[in-house]
């Protein structure tokens, strides 16, 4: 029998990139650039990412980390230039995405976006630790198994930076 709510998993929301047409293009504006709209939204396995643009001046290339950064168009890892571009995201972590065209990218015609993964809501700090436990790893401070344990228990938490 199949699952009906796995189904809507896989087929995830199409997202238009940066809210609107004709976004995808160098901004005149620093005040909102696409990594900030990418920062904001949230990813998922199976959602797609559409791009609206003018296909006669501009491209979607799909890249590695160090040719983002670089602004290296030489070996993308996928390109498009039709003017209405779909992208699956099938796996979670990063993917890397500028201009194809000539100097579009160093002027900052890029996005990066962070793809969840499946288990981020299944986190360390949704069950924290009991208080017993915490209070007897502090009152043995001369321990250093109970100063390592206090430790390893923090980290996943995110109260230690």
């Known amino acids: 029998m199949d699952d009906p709510s796995a189904d809507a998993i896989v087929k995830g929301r199409e997202i238009l990139v940066g809210g609107h047409s004709n976004i995808w293009k ?20 199976g959602d797609s990412l559409l791009w609206k643009y003018n296909a006669e001046n501009d491209s979607v290339l799909q890249v590695r980390k160090n040719d983002y950064e670089k602004c290296d168009r030489s070996e993308p890892i996928r390109g498009y230039k039709d003017g209405h571009t779909k992208i699956e995201l099938k796996r979670s972590g990063p993917f890397y995405f500028i201009s194809g065209e000539e100097g579009h990218c160093q ?12 288990n981020h809501n299944k986190s360390v700090a949704a069950a924290p630790a009991p208080v017993n436990a915490i209070k007897h ?4 401070k001369g321990s250093i198994n109970g100063a390592w344990s206090l430790l390893l228990l923090l980290l996943p938490l995110g109260l230690l930076v």
């Open 26 to 45: 160098v901004s005149e504006s620093r005040d909102e650039t696409l990594n900030q709209w990418s920062s904001r939204t949230r990813f998922k396995i």
């Open 107 to 118: 002027r900052g015609e890029k996005l990066l976006v962070l793809v969840l993964s499946p």
């Open 137 to 140: 790893m502090i009152t043995n």
